[in-house]
Structure formats: structure tokens, C-alpha cells
């Protein structure tokens, strides 16, 4: 069964840093992979998806990387802003269509102005 | 881009009750919808898989016949939380997937059983 693992828990930093997400994940036959932004009591906002033949998305501030075969995933977030305070979800697809999704735990960030 | 609608977002109700949860694609069809459970400080599990015009196809573990779910159009879901119980409180996400295979998530309902 997948498992997916997110690294910090919690990670508080000042206005301005840039900073690393990471994600790792047991099986690494993935269909694709998703960072999400979930903040207090709401639904998820899709950041980046990265389908399996890929390396990397950017967009805007955000930058994610997958390395399938070591089973890991980053999401940079350059010039940190206190609006970025949220927790952030990745998702690992699998299967034919990625009808399965597995979430890691999320890390929550807070961007201190 | 495409929007997932899911009302209420947030139910109080008594032990014993049972909860109807809508989950809406507004400006696509959805074949396919999925169902999620989020409880406090835990990640995201899928619950069920939505089919239109089909049986909903439930993870090992979710009680199909506590947590009803219809797939009645190509843009409506619901699931019916039946004879709720404080346990049950949690929050309550679904997804609907669009071409090409990415799920779009509704901002959540978020369930209190007294």
C-alpha cells in the first residue's frame, strides 16, 4: 500500500525565505503527483501536478520536483509571503486515470511577517 | 477552470440523524466523483468512488451502507451520512474528475454530531 510521508510537520519561517517542502513516498509506480494548499477548515487548491515522465513544474513562486525513482518530491516556495501561511498537501496518483489518491499529512506553514 | 461546488459546508446535528451532503461539478461532467474524510490532524482518506448511473465503489473499512452515496447525473453527487453518530464528526471532502484525470476538490463540509 502507497504511503506518503511529509517532512516537517510544521515549519515556521520569516517574511522573505525561501523554503523546501518535502515528500516522499513508498511505491514509486505513480501515475502522477500533486501539491495542494489547504488553508483552516477549507477544500484544496491544486498548486502543481507533475505526471510521472516529468521532472519538474514551476509556477510562479512555487517550484516542484520529482525523483520517482528514489520515491521523493519537493515544493520550493521562493520569496516566502505571510499569505502562503497554509498547510500544504501532496498527493500521490496511482493506477489508470489516478482514481486513487494518496495524501500525506501535510505540512503547515506560517510565514511570520 | 473547473469548479466543484459541495454544500453545506458545515452541519451541527443530533446523534441518530442522518446528513445529505451535495457535491456539484458546475461547469463540467463528471463521470467519476470521490469522496474523502478528514479527521483533525490526519490526512486526507478516500471514503468511495462516485460512478454515475452506477454503484459507488467503497475503500476496505467504509461502511457502504452507513454512508450512502448516489451518483444520479453527470454533475451531482451526494453522500448521506445515515443514523450519525458523534464518531462520525469529521470533515467531509469530495473531488470530481475532469479530463485529463485531474480531480478538482469542493471546499468541504465540515460535520459535528452532538
Known amino acids: 500500500k502507497q504511503e506518503v510521508t511529509q517532512i516537517p510537520a510544521a515549519l515556521s519561517v520569516p517574511e522573505g525565505e525561501n523554503l523546501v517542502l518535502n515528500c516522499s513516498f513508498t511505491?514509486?509506480?505513480?501515475?502522477?503527483l500533486q501539491w495542494f494548499r489547504q488553508d483552516p477548515g477549507k477544500g484544496l487548491t491544486s498548486l502543481l501536478l507533475i505526471q510521472s515522465s516529468q521532472r519538474e513544474q514551476t509556477s510562479g513562486r512555487l517550484n516542484a520536483s520529482l525523483d520517482k525513482s528514489s520515491g521523493r518530491s519537493t515544493l520550493y516556495i521562493a520569496a516566502s509571503q505571510p499569505g502562503d501561511s497554509a498547510t500544504y498537501l501532496c498527493a500521490v496518483g496511482k493506477g489508470t486515470g489516478a482514481n486513487n489518491l494518496f495524501f500525506g499529512t501535510g505540512t503547515r506553514l506560517t510565514v511570520i511577517p | 477552470g473547473a469548479v466543484v461546488s459541495q454544500h453545506p459546508s458545515w452541519v451541527i446535528c443530533k446523534s441518530g440523524t442522518s446528513v445529505k451532503i451535495e457535491c456539484r461539478s458546475l461547469?463540467?461532467?463528471?463521470?467519476?466523483m470521490f469522496w474523502y474524510r478528514q479527521f483533525p490532524k490526519q490526512s486526507l482518506m478516500l471514503m468511495a468512488t462516485?460512478?454515475?448511473?452506477?454503484?459507488?465503489?467503497?475503500e476496505q473499512g467504509v461502511e457502504k451502507d452507513k454512508f450512502l452515496i448516489n451518483h444520479a447525473s453527470l454533475t451531482l453527487s451526494t453522500l448521506t451520512v445515515t443514523s450519525a453518530h458523534p464518531e462520525d464528526s469529521s470533515f467531509y471532502i469530495c473531488?470530481?474528475?475532469?479530463?485529463?484525470?485531474?480531480?478538482?476538490f469542493g471546499a468541504g463540509t465540515r460535520l459535528s454530531v452532538l
Open positions: 461547469d463540467f461532467q463528471a463521470t467519476t
Open positions: 473531488s470530481a474528475r475532469d479530463q485529463p484525470n485531474i480531480q478538482y
Open positions: 511505491d514509486s509506480a505513480i501515475y502522477n
Open positions: 462516485s460512478n454515475e448511473g452506477s454503484k459507488a465503489t467503497y
